[in-house]
């Protein structure tokens, strides 16, 4: 727990006791940092957040608006969540039926991003700089640099870490066209050279 306010929070944001939040982290109108959860530096948290509790966001992660990261959710650095996306943690809810000690983990990987209105559900795992489009409902493992679409999402294609579409050639090599990063595809696996 911070015992120095060395981030920001709007007025209208709920902090709970027992959480920790790092330097630099802003958190915006209407949002909801839930105890003992784990917000690293530099992160922007958009209006109407809810953090539930024992989630871990590393550093620089940025959540846009009503976005919802419930118990169960762990994220490297360089995360970004876009608007109204959402994480499940129960495989099977129901109203009367109480089923927190089955909540499931998911493991988002390094620069993942999510675009907006994407649904990830539970007990999964996000690979590093793998890219969720918008509306997408993700049911299973991603790999890392994949490009997932659709419901439900079903792999497209790949990206480079600046979000630039990967187009491989005959010799499996492909080029970001933003950052002139090269990258190889090696049985149905993209890593950067």
Known sequence: MNTEKDYFAHETAVIDDGCSIGKGTKIWHFSHIMKDSVIGKNCN???????????????????????????????????F??????FTNVINPRSAVNRKSEYMKTYVKKGATFGANCTIVCGITIGEYAFIGAGAVVTKDVKPYALVVGNPGRQLGWMSEFGQRLHFGENN?????????????????????
Request: overall charge negative.
């Open 173 to 193: 090599r492909a080029v970001c066209p933003e950052s002139g990063e090269e990258y190889v595809l090696e049985n149905d696996f993209v890593r950067k050279l």
């Open 45 to 79: 948290i958009g209006q109407n957040v809810v953090v539930s509790p024992q989630v871990i966001l590393g550093n620089n992660c940025k959540i846009q608006n009503n976005v919802s990261v419930y118990t169960g959710v762990i994220c490297e650095d360089d995360v």
């Open 81 to 86: 969540m876009g608007p109204s996306m959402v």
